[in-house]
């Protein structure tokens, strides 16, 4: 079974520009949730979609950082425009659960990330 | 303050020896609590998931227990092989407000030969 896939695997890019990371969840999977993890924080969770819908986004660091799922097989995190503190690396996870209350009580499977370096 | 505390921060053992990884948290409301592995360059892989009246669940080698009284939790792992080599996280799902994660900093545990 296909994982979840996240691309590309690498960004490096120059503050200031534009940088869309993109994951596909799990074929089925009704929750999705985008992560960043440094040294310094460990992993921190961004946002959360269930069902396509953004629940909960208070992780988000600031209005440089926007989330969307136009379906249920694709997602995208936006970064613009990027600077050198936002150098992670960016995981999303999904699982089954129609609602928080399900979601929780079911594991997350998650992507093997993307490592961004901004210069 | 939701915190979730884990301790060592790295560890190093002999291949076949067993050890144990704590996890502290003062997360209220409880929700649940679960334990990740992650290999150098993967995510996370989900090892177990424990809820409020669970005091022990087994996944292979690994042993993970609770302690909802004193906010405790650990994982053992039995006979360590090679491949146990990787940062486990702990990670305890808060109740009320969803999306409420509150992730450990992990040990990173280091098996030699």
């Known amino acids: 079974d296909a994982g979840v896939i996240q691309s590309p695997r690498h960004e490096v890019t120059e503050m200031g520009q534009e940088v869309t990371l993109r994951c596909k969840p799990i074929?089925?999977?009704?929750?999705l949730f985008w992560y960043r993890q440094t040294m310094m924080r460990g992993l921190e969770l961004l946002i959360y979609?269930?069902?396509?819908?953004?629940?909960?986004d208070s992780g988000m660091p600031e209005d440089r950082f926007s989330a969307k799922m136009p379906n249920a097989s694709f997602s995208t995190l936006k970064i613009q425009p990027s600077e050198p503190r936002d150098s992670a690396v960016y995981f999303c996870a999904s699982s089954l659960g129609a609602g928080w209350g399900a979601t929780i009580s079911r594991p997350q499977h998650f992507g093997d990330g993307t490592r961004l370096s901004i210069l | 303050k939701n915190q979730v505390e884990q301790s060592p921060q790295s560890l190093i053992i002999l291949e076949g020896k067993n050890c144990t990884l704590q996890?502290?948290?003062?997360?209220?409301?409880?929700?649940?609590l679960r334990w990740y592995k992650q290999d150098t360059g993967r995510g996370p892989v989900s090892l177990t998931i424990m809820t409020f009246s669970e005091n022990t669940k087994s996944n292979g080698r690994y042993t993970a227990t609770l302690d909802a009284d004193t906010k405790q939790s650990s994982l053992h792992i039995t006979a360590s092989q090679l491949s146990d080599s990787a940062s486990y996280i702990c990670?305890?799902?808060?109740?009320?407000?969803?999306?409420?994660?509150?992730f450990g900093k992990g040990t990173k545990l280091s098996v030699k030969p």
């Open positions: 996890c502290n948290y003062t997360v209220s409301p409880f929700s649940n």
């Open positions: 074929s089925g999977h009704n929750s």
């Open positions: 990670v305890v799902i808060a109740g009320g407000s969803q999306g409420n994660l509150i």
């Open positions: 979609f269930n069902n396509n819908v953004p629940i909960d």
